[in-house]
């Protein structure tokens, strides 16, 4: 391969990556049914519930339908960051960052792969979780029609953030960071108010949850199933704040992987 | 200035009484190696507060295999993963083929690779996936043809659709020894390629290094605790103690110069301070 093209992104790379992730992935069942695991539990979960409400209250009967739609799209968000984090955090077990950190791979390729693989576990984790909501509870997600793709792009944008802030952590304080790659998101479910609308907030909390990208996607969510209204400007405000986030994330994901290089965590990464 | 193989840059550097022995030694004409595969400059890390690395010079010419030999904390992991680009030096400068690292280390990462019984190929995949794997990092164009030539020079036949991790501990340091090799690197680091191999095996592997470095003509930069290993593969030795180029000269030489007969014996001298107290007393 020439010099030159050494030194632009490559699919190739970014592919051998995924590849190595995929391989791991299947060698093993645990992981395949931890995907679906969660999920189905949750849905279980909030789907009773929803049937609850909605036999014992006039407005929650309503209200009650939004409960598994904003269960699944928490989903989508903490699985997604998950799927990230966790592909990273498989290179720390691993022991195999210094292999990957001495090879002509670029952190962008390096950040594509677990981006496309954080898609490849949502898929496998959540589609026959959703099937199962609208078999079991009624509640078909594909009945948002062109709203979901809105949902879903600004989820898994914020998901990406936080996992590639996670990872920019990892890099630099080793696997004693890998609590956050577990808990970190679940600082946004009480504050993006995943099962209940903004104004239940104290009013100087809410200007911090309007700053959360997932905020403006379960109020959308909300919009529309109660009032059968698509709110675009809620989705093209979370996209901009998606693009303040992702590319905050970014500079601190490479601001940290320099300050690994600095202090020589790299060559002792997993440790 | 650059420290290199009888060169007048090295008498400089060199401790006073060393220095008169060097220009006694120094063989008529003394070369700078005009493309050196890697140059090391003055170089220093400093981790908060401790110096690991503190101040060396040497250039490695094309197609040789050089020892760093210290004891443990001697610097020489850290001063292979500032030639990798793997850790940033806190002052100096390091060039691997001509680029700056780790400012320029994608021009020619490529180019190079590294082997460690203490960075792990991943266990869960089989060997072919590991090396398949590999093979696009680091962009292999006949990915099968190429993991086929090695597993008959590196007798992996058998164990290419076998788990990683279920491998013995010889078995590892082969399939690693393959992932070294896949890009055909013109640079090869290699930190204790043969540590806890039994000797047998360690043998066979260094048999393997010398051929591929022969064949291939690469440059191998080799960090060992193992003496035997180092006088039978290396023509040069750089002795580190405490982050500092302690000699830095043929085994031969070294042996002589010290009046011992292993390089174990040498290494000793330096570790305990028997070789500085030698050049006083002369």
Known sequence: ?271 | MVKESHSAGRIALAKPARRDHMLRTMPPSSPVAPTAAIEVENLVKIFKGATAVDGISFRLARGSMTALLGGNGAGKTTTIAMIMGLTTPTSGKVSVLGARMPAERYRVLHRMNFESPYVEVPMRLTVRQNLVVFAGLYGVEDVHGRIGVLAEQLSLRELLDRPTGRLSAGQKTRVSLAKALLNEPEVLLLDEPTASLDPDTADWVRARLQRYRVERGATVLLASHNMTEVERLCERVIMLKRGRIEDDDAPQRLLSRYGRRTLEEVFLDVARGRGEAREAAQ
Do not use: K
């Open chain 1, 1 to 271: 391969m020439s010099a030159a093209a050494q030194t632009h992104f490559s699919y190739r790379r970014t592919g051998a990556l995924v590849l190595r992730y995929w391989y791991l992935l299947r060698s093993s069942w645990p992981r395949v049914l931890e995907l679906i695991y969660w999920p189905l539990v949750q849905v279980l979960t909030w789907g009773f519930i929803q049937f609850y409400v909605a036999q014992h209250s006039g407005y929650f009967l309503r209200a009650g339908a939004t409960l598994i739609g904003a269960m699944l799209l928490w989903e989508i968000l903490f699985r997604g960051q998950l799927g990230f984090s966790v592909s990273f955090l498989e290179e720390m077990w691993a022991r195999n960052l210094s292999n990957l950190m001495i090879s002509p791979l670029r952190p962008a390729e390096f950040i594509a792969a677990l981006m496309i693989m954080s898609l490849l576990r949502l898929i496998i984790g959540m589609v026959p979780v959703t099937l199962i909501a609208v078999a079991f509870f009624g509640f078909n997600i594909y009945g948002l029609g062109l709203a979901l793709p809105a949902f879903f792009a600004n989820l898994i944008l914020t998901s990406w953030a936080i996992g590639l802030f996670v990872s920019g952590l990892l890099l630099r304080n080793g696997l004693g960071a890998e609590s956050m790659a577990w808990t970190l998101t679940f600082l946004l479910l009480p504050l993006t108010c995943v099962y209940y609308p903004v104004a239940v907030l104290p009013h100087w909390v809410q200007p911090v949850s309007w700053m959360l990208p997932p905020t403006y996607v379960f109020e959308g969510l909300r919009a529309l199933l109660l009032d059968h209204v698509f709110r675009l400007d809620l989705m093209l405000g979370a996209l901009a704040l998606n693009a303040l986030f992702f590319g905050a994330a970014a500079i601190g994901f490479m601001a940290l992987l320099e300050s690994a290089r600095r202090q020589g965590t790299l060559l002792a990464a997993g440790e």
